[in-house]
């Protein structure tokens, strides 16, 4: 029987983790919610590189590796896919499609945090959605500019920004309600693709508000690649 180990932290990861067996191991980096009601094994935290992560596979006697995480976790989608190399053990991958600009978008791509900064220096009022890294920057808030932060764990911000827990689906309808009271003139986010978190783009265009938009990361080749769950979950070895 082919033991599988799910590299998760997205809600599609914990989809998948639902149709695994008791011998599968679902792995979690820890950031967010564990969950205790799954029909596999859970392990939390880092492999420790590469190494330890070959070193797991092997002791583990782990037969498939499924990389489910999120898009920009490019760290361990490159961990995944060089530890494959080195066991032989074959690595899937869920790769979401990214978002495509529509008509009366208005994307402005950046690379890194300096890019970031560079475009958003028009605006005053700016939703993140790109997780924690704005956290590490709330000294540095221009005078002209109050932040938003948008992310999955509580922090208690500072006289120019303020922090919001929250996790997603969110509708169109949320999404208004906090962009009138936040007042944003511009949204910060990653091209995460997928439904849960797309409504914000869609009230962006319906206000005309501009989208500086994180470029997605390169991520390795692997053996197969899906960009949706269904697939993926039909076609795990049972
Ligand atoms: P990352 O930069 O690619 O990973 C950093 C390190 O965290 C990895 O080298 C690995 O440590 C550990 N790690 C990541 N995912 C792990 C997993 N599933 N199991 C065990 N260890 C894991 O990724 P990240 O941006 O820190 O993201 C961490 C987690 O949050 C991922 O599971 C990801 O799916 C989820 N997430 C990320 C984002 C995002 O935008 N980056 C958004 C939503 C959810 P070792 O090298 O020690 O093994």
Not at 96 to 106: F, H, K, P, T, Y
Not at 123 to 135: D, I, K, S
Not at 196 to 219: C, H, N, S, W, Y
Request: aromatic fraction near 6%; glycine fraction near 10%; hydrophobic fraction near 45%.
């Amino acid at each position: 029987m082919t033991r599988i180990l799910l590299l998760g932290g997205t809600g599609d990861a914990l989809r998948i983790a639902r149709h695994l067996g008791p011998n599968d191991v679902y792995s979690l980096a820890g950031l967010g919610k564990v969950p205790h009601d799954l029909p596999c094994a859970v392990r939390i935290g880092g492999f420790g590189g590469v190494e330890g992560l070959t070193r797991y596979i092997v002791q583990e006697r782990i037969g498939l590796l499924v990389d489910a995480t999120h898009p920009y976790a490019a760290q361990m989608s490159a961990n995944a896919a060089a530890a494959s190399g080195a066991t032989n053990v074959p690595c899937w991958a869920l790769r979401r499609a990214a978002w495509d600009a529509q008509e009366g978008d208005d994307w402005r791509m950046v690379g890194d945090w300096a890019e970031l900064v560079a475009a958003l220096k028009p605006f005053a009022r700016p939703l993140f959605t790109v997780g924690r890294e704005p956290l590490a920057h709330l000294h540095e808030i221009p005078s002209h500019q109050f932040w938003t932060v948008r992310m999955l764990d509580q922090h208690p911000g500072n006289a120019r920004a303020r922090i919001l827990d929250a996790r997603g689906p969110y509708t169109a309808e949320g999404e208004r309600a906090l962009f009138t009271s936040g007042a944003f003139d511009v949204i910060v986010s990653k091209n995460s693709g997928g439904a849960a978190t797309e409504a914000k783009l869609d009230v962006a265009r319906e206000r005309g508000l501009p989208v500086i938009m994180q470029r997605r990361p390169v991520l390795p080749p692997v053996q197969r690649a899906f960009s949706g769950i269904t697939r993926l979950i039909d076609a795990l070895p049972k």
